[in-house]
């Protein structure tokens, strides 16, 4: 089974085009602005102005869910810290709060398979409690992952209906970069000791059993490979298959995204490979250490903005990238150009 979307819109090349000719006129030399150039040429054709406007109502949207392979020991943490950390957004305290603040953005957590009741809050989106383990059976039903997959579709729409002109996935499940290692190891035909990394620290023998797990769930993963819904029901999950669909969604829906770590170069991977040129509207914000991130930006052709070392995932480090993006259209939008300057462009 796989799904019937529409064909992806294509960014404004009219406007791309006025933003490279406009960068072209500003009072530095061509190119010595490096990739603000390039990133305010995107943010012109996905916005279709130029010069673009300012970001106006940036919204994270953080998808949760408990991952059963995490009683493999796959993780530095307990699996109860998933409802813990939900607990932690809704109150403000975590990292993805405060980086939000700095950039004006807003914060909302969607509960989509929490190993627990979770507050009123989080949505009424839940589609079970936690997954199987991956390692040994389907993480999920074919059924359960279209019903994710059709939340985070509606989610993007009812972010977008209200206005959201950027929007940032962050992530929160123990266990979850194991699940993304299999998705991405399957759909790019690597094995597990490639693209397995330390998540939340794990130690060599976290490691080992992290890897041993990956290897167990991706024998089974290769079978379905090409088919990103199916490979969502036998080693994703919900929170998982939600995000692919909200990364989708946005991209019909015409609205930018700035990607954050392994969880959504994971599930952006999944969204392009359903539905091509979706990753026209994305870019990626900070590199993870984790290998499968890698591969799985490689797949999109992305290249992070940010390279700080951050693990934590949440949308924190997208949410750091944002003061770069605003950068790039402010120059663009704000700078002089010779003529008006009076600048000569004659040695």
Request: overall charge negative; proline content about 5%.
């Amino acid at each position: 089974m796989t799904l019937d979307v529409p064909q992806v819109p294509a960014r404004d090349a009219a406007a791309a085009a006025a933003a490279g000719a406009r960068q072209a006129l500003l009072t530095k030399p061509a190119g010595a602005l490096g990739r603000l150039e390039e990133l305010s040429v995107w943010v012109a054709s996905v916005q279709g102005l130029c010069p673009p406007r300012p970001f106006q109502r940036i919204r994270v949207v953080v998808f949760a869910g408990d991952h059963g392979i995490a009683r493999a020991g796959v993780s530095a943490y307990p699996a109860e810290v998933t409802a813990q950390m939900v607990a932690n957004f809704l109150a403000g305290g975590a990292a993805v709060n405060v980086l939000a603040r700095q950039v004006g953005a807003t914060v909302r957590v969607v509960d989509l398979g929490v190993d627990t009741d979770t507050p009123a809050e989080t949505g009424g989106y839940k589609i079970r409690r936690s997954t199987n383990r991956l390692d040994v059976e389907d993480a999920l039903t074919l059924a359960e992952a279209t019903a994710a997959v059709g939340v985070g579709r509606a989610l993007a729409d009812e972010e977008v209906d209200a206005g959201a002109d950027l929007l940032i996935p962050g992530d929160m499940g123990i266990g979850n970069t194991t699940a993304c290692a299999v998705l991405v190891a399957a759909a790019t035909d690597q094995e597990a000791a490639g693209v397995t990394g330390r998540g939340t620290g794990i130690d060599d023998a976290g490691w080992m059993r992290k890897v041993a797990a990956v290897r167990d769930g991706l024998r089974r993963a290769r079978r379905v490979a090409e088919d990103p819904l199916a490979l969502l029901a036998c080693a994703g999950g919900a929170d998982l298959a939600a995000m692919t669909g909200f990364l989708l969604q946005a991209a019909l829906r015409k609205t930018p995204v700035v990607l954050d770590g392994v969880v959504s170069a994971t599930c952006g991977m999944l969204a392009e490979i359903t539905a091509p040129g979706a990753h026209e509207w994305w870019v990626a914000g900070s590199r993870s250490p984790e290998p499968a991130q890698r591969s799985a930006l490689e797949r999109l052709g992305l290249s992070p903005i940010l390279d700080l070392g951050l693990r934590l995932g949440e949308g924190t480090g997208a949410l750091l990238a944002v003061p770069v993006l605003s950068a790039a259209v402010a120059t663009l939008a704000e700078m002089a150009t010779f003529s008006d300057s009076g600048v000569s462009t004659s040695g």
